[in-house]
T-cell receptor, first 116, second 113 residues
């Protein structure tokens, strides 16, 4: 069975602070994909990034960076110099082939509040 | 052009009524999904269709019935609505395969009074 844990329910920071959102996963698959999605207050769900289990290189996109560590089954997301527009609920998800289904398993989300 | 569109955006109705939510995608994807998001933001998969065939049907009351007339459409019909059905319902689509990200519609906020 697959499981995604986002232990941080809510994080509150002041603008310009760096913040890391944790994601820990469990899977029996050797090949799998991890994803991050963003849900801003307007409500839509937006795909941010995908990482496969064989690629442990960190990814940086502007102020966003992702740290994938297979040894600790973690795929953490860091926002550098946070801005009010980063306020959103962030979901980590895992997709593998366990049980013959490709349906991704979502974590419960971390609500990030960035204060001006 | 909106990639995944669902209508209506808001739906307010009384207990016992029947309602439908429509979803269409123009991405050429062959897998579509319905998710329910509760007040605590938890995303729960309800159904998944691949090329019009049902592949996932999680533990959902049989008052919920999905219908896929073609692979670009997946509608959700709900009979005898109950208070507990109040939630945001998201339609999504993807290419088949576990490496494909989901593309979500903007959600339908259903309120049952």
């Amino acid at each position: 069975a697959q499981k995604v844990t986002q232990a941080q329910t809510e994080i509150s920071v002041v603008e310009k602070e760096d913040v890391t959102l944790d994601c820990v996963y469990e899977t029996r698959d050797t090949t799998y994909y991890l994803f991050w999605y963003k849900q801003p207050p307007s409500g839509e769900l937006v795909f941010l990034i995908r990482r496969n289990s064989f690629d442990e290189q960190n990814e940086i996109s502007g102020r966003y960076s992702w740290n994938f560590q297979k040894s600790t089954s973690s795929f953490n997301f860091t926002i550098t110099a946070s801005q009010v527009v980063d306020s959103a609920v962030y979901f980590c998800a895992l997709s593998g082939v366990s049980g013959g289904s490709y349906i991704p398993t979502f974590g419960r989300g971390t609500s990030l509040i960035v204060h001006p | 052009d909106t990639a995944v569109s669902q209508t209506p955006k808001y739906l307010v109705t009384q207990m016992g009524n029947d309602k439908s939510i429509k979803c269409e995608q123009n991405l050429g994807h062959d897998t579509m999904y319905w998710y329910k998001q509760d007040s605590k933001k938890f995303l729960k998969i309800m159904f998944s269709y691949n090329n019009k065939e049902l592949i996932i049907n999680e533990t959902v009351p049989n008052r919920f019935s999905p219908k896929s007339p073609d692979k670009a459409h997946l509608n959700l019909h709900i009979n005898s609505l109950e208070l507990g059905d109040s939630a945001v319902y998201f339609c999504a689509s993807s290419r088949t395969g576990y490496n494909s990200p989901l593309h979500f519609g903007n959600g339908t906020r259903l309120t049952v009074t």
